[in-house]
């Protein structure tokens, strides 16, 4: 069993900083990419940041030059800090990890989500 948990959301006021932080525990042999996703109301979820293991990063367009991605891999640990927040930023952020059970076994898993309101 692998449980992500994800912690950091909260209420900002636009132009503001959150910190997401996301732990892998469990039965664990690798993590491939961990990245983070975001769902708004009736909207798709959809990726914000994704990290490979060796450091490669992705970002969506629209948070670009505001949010950095950042991994442990010893720690099994996935970050995201979010500056100038804006107020479409809001939304659920939530947290995904590849995960080798073992090796040739790949899963992907998914954490609660954490709630991020960014006020104008």
């Known amino acids: 069993q692998v449980q992500l948990v994800e912690s950091g959301g909260g209420l900002v006021r636009a132009g503001g900083s959150l910190r997401l932080s996301c732990a892998a525990s469990g039965r664990i042999f690798s993590i491939n990419a961990m990245g983070w996703y975001r769902q708004a109301p009736g909207k798709q979820r959809e990726l914000v940041a994704a990290?490979?293991?060796?450091?490669?990063?992705n970002y969506a367009e629209p948070v670009k030059g505001r949010f950095t991605i950042s991994r442990a891999n010893a720690k099994n640990t996935v970050n995201l800090q979010m500056n100038s927040l804006k107020p479409e930023d809001t939304a659920v952020y939530y947290c995904?990890?590849?995960?080798?059970?073992?090796?040739?076994?790949?899963?992907?898993?998914w954490g609660q989500g954490t709630q991020v309101t960014v006020s104008s």
């Open positions: 995904n990890a590849q995960v080798v059970l073992t090796p040739g076994h790949l899963y992907d898993y």
């Open positions: 990290i490979t293991s060796g450091g490669s990063t």
